[in-house]
C-alpha cells in the first residue's frame, strides 16, 4: 500500500467561494514565488451531474441498482494561466491543478529529514464545491471519541472529509502523520473552496505541534489572491 501526503489551505469562512479570476492570480503568485513555472500543464477534472453536461462526462449505470451515474472525467487541458477564467466560469464544483512540478525553487513544505534530498513532484489544486463540506481528515476514530468522551463530541462526531458539512464542524480535526497525535484546527473543519499541495507517495513533512507548514510567502500569497484568511490543514492515507 502506498501512502500519500496533501497539505491543505482551508478559508477561515465556510461558505467562502473562489472567484476564476483569484484562483489564476493564485497561480500567476506561485510562478514568481518559484513554486511552479510558466509551463506547468493545468487539468480541470469535475464531479457535475446535470443532465446538460452530459457530453463532458463518462455517463454510465450502476450495476445493481440500474441508476444512470455521471462520472468523473478530466473536461480540460488549460493551455496557460490566462485561459483558466473562461474555462471555469460556468463551474460551480471542479478540482484545477497544476500538474507535473519538478522539485520546487521555493520548497513548499520541510519534508521529513530521510527525504531532504530526494527529487519530487508536487501538484497544486484549487478546489470548489456548491455547498459546504468537511475538510477534516481523522484517523483514529476510538482515539478520538474516548479523548473526546465527556464533551458533545460523543455524541456528534466531525463529518468525514469530503462529506456535508454541519453547522457544529468547524473545527478541523487532523491525524498528525509523525505521531498519529489527533491535532485540531479552529475554523478549518468546513469549507466550500480549498487549495491542495500533493506529494508523491511516501512524501511527508515532519509534523510536531502545529500544521502551519507552508512558507510565510505561500500563505500572503493564497490570502492577497483570494482576499481571505486561511487555516492549515492535512488529508493523507
Known amino acids: 500500500m502506498s501512502l500519500y501526503y496533501t497539505h491543505l489551505l482551508i478559508p477561515r469562512r465556510a461558505d467562502y467561494k473562489a472567484a476564476p479570476g483569484q484562483v489564476a492570480d493564485f497561480f500567476a503568485a506561485l510562478v514568481e514565488l518559484g513554486v511552479m513555472s510558466h509551463d506547468s500543464g493545468y487539468w480541470i477534472s469535475t464531479y457535475i451531474e446535470q443532465a446538460n453536461w452530459a457530453e463532458q462526462h463518462r455517463v454510465g449505470q450502476d450495476p445493481a441498482t440500474g441508476e444512470t451515474l455521471a462520472l468523473e472525467r478530466w473536461i480540460a487541458d488549460v493551455g496557460t494561466i490566462a485561459d483558466i477564467p473562461s474555462h471555469l466560469q460556468a463551474l460551480d464544483e471542479y478540482d484545477i491543478a497544476v500538474t507535473g512540478l519538478k522539485t520546487p525553487k521555493l520548497p513548499v513544505l520541510r519534508l521529513d ?107 500572503a500569497a493564497a490570502e492577497r489572491s483570494f482576499q481571505v484568511r486561511f487555516a492549515q490543514g492535512c488529508s493523507w492515507g
Not at 481528515?137 to 463529518?159: G, I, K, Q, S, T
Not at 502523520?177 to 485540531?184: L, Q, R, S, Y
Request: with cysteine.
Open 113 to 219: 529529514p530521510q527525504f531532504r534530498d530526494a527529487r519530487y513532484a508536487v501538484d497544486i489544486a484549487c478546489c470548489l464545491r456548491p455547498e459546504a463540506v468537511s475538510t477534516s481528515d481523522f484517523h483514529n476514530r476510538e482515539r478520538f471519541l474516548f479523548r473526546d468522551f465527556f464533551y458533545w463530541r460523543w455524541w456528534f462526531p466531525p463529518a468525514r472529509w469530503g462529506e456535508p458539512c454541519r453547522a457544529f464542524d468547524r473545527t478541523g480535526i487532523f491525524t498528525n502523520p509523525t505521531t498519529g497525535e489527533t491535532m485540531e484546527v479552529r475554523e478549518a473543519g468546513c469549507a466550500c473552496s480549498w487549495i491542495e499541495f500533493r506529494f508523491g507517495k511516501w512524501l511527508f513533512p515532519r509534523v510536531e505541534h502545529t500544521l502551519d507548514l507552508l512558507p510565510a510567502s505561500v500563505v
